[in-house]
């Protein structure tokens, strides 16, 4: 669940929210509307984090899939690791996992920090990670042969198509997804709706789409 407790946010004289209190449950799809500058993207930045409220609490669940919008964050990874970064404990498990591994020597710490990391991958399914990374490509239309490439190599419509699979990697508890369909092919958005329909967290999602919106929200968030 997400809950939001008294939030509050203002830019000068102009007040968005003034102490809002609502809460997102699991199971159920919000569509986040609103005419254009009424604070749907602020709100959004508030219930990922990424925008600390003035006033009042968001909390949120540990695991939380975020559409990232920076295309060019991650140009330095390969396609599969980008997606496998959604889940952020597994991820750090692994790169230490295998900055233990490249020591010349491995001491007896380093074996037991090694049993804890391999603990945490197993406990994230960090055996399938690649697997269920490529699942997800597939399903947003990026073929085989681009998933060991560097983020760089990839257009624009790619980049977003691998951040969606990002955001849905790693079994999260909640989906925060701003304009998802964007650089989707009919397929692909297809592919989305069902793989929403069948998710059983909490998904936020803002988009112009109105087919999108009616055929996978659940629930209208609307902000005024």
Request: proline share 3%; with cysteine; glycine share 8%.
């Amino acid at each position: 669940m997400i809950s939001v407790s008294n939030v509050s946010m203002r830019y000068g004289a102009k007040v968005l929210f003034d102490e809002v209190s609502t809460a997102f449950t699991p199971g159920k799809r919000y569509g986040l509307t609103g005419p254009n500058g009424a604070g749907k993207s602020t709100f959004m930045n508030l219930l990922t984090g990424e925008l600390e409220p003035q006033k009042g609490t968001v909390v949120r669940p540990r695991k939380l899939g975020v559409l990232r919008q920076d295309q060019f964050a991650f140009d330095a990874y390969r396609v599969l690791d980008t997606v496998i970064m959604g889940n952020q404990r597994l991820w750090a498990a692994m790169e230490e996992r295998d900055r233990i591994y490249e020591k010349h020597e491995i001491t007896n710490d380093d074996g037991m920090k090694l049993g804890e990391l391999e603990g945490i991958v197993g406990e994230e399914d960090g055996y399938s990670a690649e697997t269920d990374a490529a699942l997800l490509l597939q399903g947003l239309d990026i073929p085989d042969e681009m998933h060991q490439r560097s983020m760089s190599e990839l257009q624009g419509g790619q980049k977003v198509r691998v951040l969606l699979a990002q955001a849905l990697f790693g079994h999260p508890q909640a989906l925060l997804l701003d304009e998802p369909t964007n650089h989707l092919d009919l397929d692909s958005i297809h592919w989305l709706q069902s793989f929403l329909r069948n998710y059983d967290g909490v998904v936020i999602v803002i988009t112009h789409d109105r087919h999108f919106l009616t055929s996978v929200c659940t629930h209208i968030a609307d902000i005024d």
